[in-house]
């Protein structure tokens, strides 16, 4: 899988609202084994990426995430700068996906920001 790929579909998955649809598009690019770790969560699995996004969306009604096209890539990893907005206020943060050989993505690590 492409690297844009991938990344559209990082995106795709934290503005899905259906919990079906995210664990299947969870599974169209990430390891069975996909692990997840930010501020909030320490997750793995498919089920688990959207149990975490599940979260994410409850505590932020009305999110809408987006990746604002800055991307820095290296071997198999990649670094995304992403904004959210809800009807609590924004976020900023960098995500970093690492691949594994099977080109899917093998772990998720987020950081955000802290506001100023």
Same mark, same amino acid.
């Given at each position: 899988?492409?690297?844009?790929?991938?990344?559209?579909?990082?995106?795709?998955?934290?503005?899905?609202?259906?919990? $079906?649809?995210?664990? $299947?598009?969870?599974?169209?690019?990430?390891?069975?084994?996909?692990?997840?770790?930010?501020?909030?969560? +320490?997750?793995?699995?498919?089920?688990?990426?959207?149990?975490?996004?599940?979260?994410?969306?409850?505590?932020?009604?009305?999110?809408?995430?987006?990746?604002?096209?800055?991307?820095?890539?290296?071997?198999? *990893? *990649?670094?995304?700068?992403?904004?959210?907005?809800? +009807?609590?206020?924004?976020?900023?943060?960098?995500?970093?996906?690492?691949?594994? $050989?099977?080109?899917? *993505?093998? +772990?998720?690590?987020?950081?955000?920001? +802290?506001?100023?």
């Amino acid at each position: 899988m492409d690297l844009d790929t991938a990344c559209s579909r990082w995106e795709m998955l934290w503005n899905e609202a259906d919990a $079906e649809r995210r664990v $299947e598009l969870a599974g169209s690019f990430c390891r069975e084994d996909v692990e997840l770790v930010d501020p909030g969560n +320490q997750v793995r699995g498919a089920h688990g990426l959207s149990d975490a996004v599940a979260r994410t969306r409850a505590r932020m009604p009305g999110l809408t995430f987006r990746l604002t096209g800055r991307t820095d890539s290296h071997h198999n *990893v *990649v670094r995304l700068w992403w904004e959210s907005a809800s +009807q609590d206020g924004s976020l900023t943060g960098i995500d970093v996906l690492v691949f594994g $050989e099977d080109g899917r *993505v093998a +772990q998720a690590i987020g950081f955000m920001d +802290q506001p100023a």
